[in-house]
């Protein structure tokens, strides 16, 4: 893949890149450093030839193995969200998929680990990390639920994937400090953020927004 490819044309020219900026700034995304990070990521490379052209709509779509890639203003939303109580030096992320978000990531945190089960997935993603020079990712091909033991504690933990509830594991996995960013729920989900307060060592639990997300699936596929 060239530099031609990075940059897009067209429809995924830094021209329609920039229109998705706006647009994500106008519905209230304001870290800098967010903003950046979505305007510096070609979000084009992460999709199939056939759909690239639609990189820079602010929908989700799909990305086969009945997953999606989110929604630009959700994987904005969430990453400011991640980065409300500070900066981030370790980053866990639950479901790696096609590694926009790993990438969006990458830009705003000292380490990301990531966890893909689904192999032809995790591929993909890894690849495309090193077509960007992103080397402070580490991809791990795991049942997500059991997080990242020996590399945590984590001052932030991202699922791009609903439970009904949190993995206590995950949780467990939180530094004081630290916070955790899911959407939470079945039919109706909800965005939930959970911080873990250092002085009184528990989980304050705050519901964000309405959202939607694939379920969490436990185990891995090859």
């Known amino acids: 893949m060239n530099r031609l490819n990075l940059d897009g044309i067209g429809m995924t020219s830094r021209r329609t890149r920039d ?87 990458s830009q705003l945190a000292d380490k990301v680990y990531s966890m893909e089960r689904i192999e032809p997935l995790l591929d993909k993603a890894r690849q495309r990390m090193r077509l960007l020079k992103h080397d402070n990712v580490f991809l791990r091909h795991a049942d997500g639920a059991i997080g990242w033991e020996e590399a945590g504690p984590f001052n932030g933990i991202l699922s791009a994937a609903a439970p009904m509830e949190i993995p206590p594991r995950l949780l467990q996995q939180l530094a004081p400090g630290g916070v955790l960013i899911t959407p939470v729920g079945g039919d109706e989900q909800h965005l939930v953020m959970v911080y873990h307060n250092p002085e009184t060592g528990e989980y304050e639990r705050e519901p964000i927004e309405p959202a939607r997300f694939v379920p969490f699936v436990s185990g891995v596929m090859r």
């Open 19 to 105: 229109r998705l900026i706006e647009r994500l700034m106008d519905q209230g995304i304001s870290n800098f450093n967010v903003i950046n990070a979505m305007r510096e990521t070609p979000r084009h490379i992460f999709l199939d030839e056939a759909l690239a052209h639609r990189a820079y709509e602010d929908d989700a779509l799909p990305i086969g193995y009945n997953q999606t890639l989110s929604q630009p203003y959700t994987v904005a939303r969430m990453s400011e969200l991640l980065l409300s109580r500070g900066p981030l030096s370790k980053v866990l992320e639950i479901g790696t998929g096609s590694g926009y978000q790993t990438a969006i990531l």
